[in-house]
């Protein structure tokens, strides 16, 4: 596992290269520990989940209707060879992010944070699923962009000016974050080394409002 690839981005130019997790790890240890205010900002995104956490991720850990492929979840209906792959695990040091965003196809997040370093932790900034049309005209309006692009990092000031109730919670290491469908959110990384391992679930809920609200989004913005 230590030498498994993943994508790393730079969060400020958007550019994604490879490093080992090993060299990740090196990385953000000598950013952190020698406060290195130049250092590229990577962000360890949509790398493989290590073997051991998905065999130890059960009930006894999390609620076992938020597990992957819950009696709930229509992937659960799905051959073994059918069912998507998404677990996946985040590496990120203060000063990384993920934009402003929704869910793909209103399905339902849970992410859950199995390391951090002391003093390390993600700030996430929500909006209600109900708000979700709401919150894309802002993006058009105000920052003339499209918020299914995931391109747009706003800052704290910038959710004041929200058209919705925003709702903020400090994620530490245990803490387990559901993200509604269709809730439109950003995650912010604080302090040290974290590291999130995040899956998705898909309701019958997801699959109507994918088919009704989501899926017409996908095809006007690919036209």
Known sequence: MPETKITVRNVSTRE???????????????????GDDEAEP???????????????????????RTLPFSPDDIFWHLEPDERPETLMTYLGIGGTYTPCHKD?????????????EPGASSVWFFTASHEAFKVARHFKETHQTELDWEATFLTPSEFLDFPCTVYVCEQGVGDLVLVPR?????????????????????T????????????????????
């Open 16 to 34: 994604d290269a490879e490093m080992t997790f090993r060299e990740y790890i090196e990385y953000a240890r000598t950013v952190t520990e020698l």
């Open 42 to 64: 990577l962000y360890g995104k949509d790398a493989p989940c290590p073997r051991q956490w998905g065999e130890w991720l059960g009930p006894e850990v999390v609620p076992e």
């Open 104 to 116: 793909p196809c209103a399905s339902q997040g849970q992410n859950l944070m199995t390391y951090a």
């Open 182 to 202: 269709r809730s439109c959110h950003q995650v912010v990384n604080l302090g040290g080394l974290n590291i999130k391992t995040s899956w998705s679930r898909m």
């Open 204 to 223: 019958p809920l997801s699959i109507r409002e994918a088919v009704t609200d989501e899926c017409p989004i996908y095809r006007r913005l690919s036209t």
